[in-house]
């Protein structure tokens, strides 16, 4: 599961930003180059956070539609049908708390049954016909599954890039914004630097969350 929406792209976007920042100050004897921190931008960075979150939520209602669907795979259409309008009601009842059991209860028994019949040799003409009824609605709905689950992947996948375009765009354009402010010929990682630099993790924070991340000035 993908719970951190940009943290690979952190890294590979300072990296190359690094070397496309341009100098602002080309007259500059020394040319300064700011590092920033994205340890603290991944913990401190809002948005990201929230994006965070809404990522996680959406994986989230995924893995309970695919759950569901395999929790009711041996139910006839119009029983999947009565299962999907009884979690689609708002504040579930009792009553429809129990009749959800139900239905899961009897798609388990039905596969049991499946299974039984496949194991039993001399299957009489009815215990045939009913392994056939519930074998073809099995391997009917495992070939539904392998489509859905495919489909949901493809939706993960999209959700992901767009989210972390998000995210890759709003801290691109701070740092951008603050190398030009502070006139720094480039800007790389915090991690990737041994020695000196100005640390600009503090300016890059206001730029994405504020003013009121902004650090108070020295007393």
């Known amino acids: 599961m993908k719970r951190v929406v940009i943290w690979g792209v952190l ?5 190359g930003f690094a070397s496309a920042v341009p100098a602002s100050a080309a007259a500059a004897e020394t ?6 921190d994205m340890t603290r931008v991944a913990a401190e960075y809002r948005q990201m ?20 669907k395999h929790a009711t795979r041996l139910l006839t259409d119009a029983e999947r049908q009565e299962y999907s309008e009884l979690t689609t ?21 039905r596969e049991q049954r499946m299974n039984e019949l496949r194991e039993k040799a001399g299957r009489t003409t009815e215990e045939e016909a009913e392994f056939k009824q519930w074998s073809g609605l099995y391997d009917q709905r495992m070939t539904e599954l392998a489509g859905l689950q495919a489909d949901l992947q493809s939706s993960r996948e999209a959700e992901y890039e767009r989210l972390t375009k998000i995210v890759a765009d709003s801290v691109s354009n701070a740092v951008k914004s603050v ?29 994405l969350n504020g003013p009121a991340t902004a650090p108070k000035p020295a007393s």
Do not use: C, H, M, W
């Open 11 to 15: 890294g590979a976007l300072i990296l």
């Open 31 to 36: 040319p300064k180059f700011g590092i920033v």
């Open 49 to 68: 956070q929230d994006l965070n979150q809404q990522f996680q939520d959406f994986q989230q209602k995924q893995e309970q539609q695919l759950q569901q």
């Open 89 to 109: 009601t708002g504040a579930p009842t009792d009553a429809n708390k129990k009749r959800l059991q139900d239905l899961r209860e009897l798609s388990g028994k």
């Open 179 to 207: 190398a030009e402010e502070q006139k720094l010929a480039l800007v790389v990682k915090k991690d990737a630097v041994l020695y000196g630099g100005t640390d600009v993790t503090d300016a890059v924070l206001s730029k």
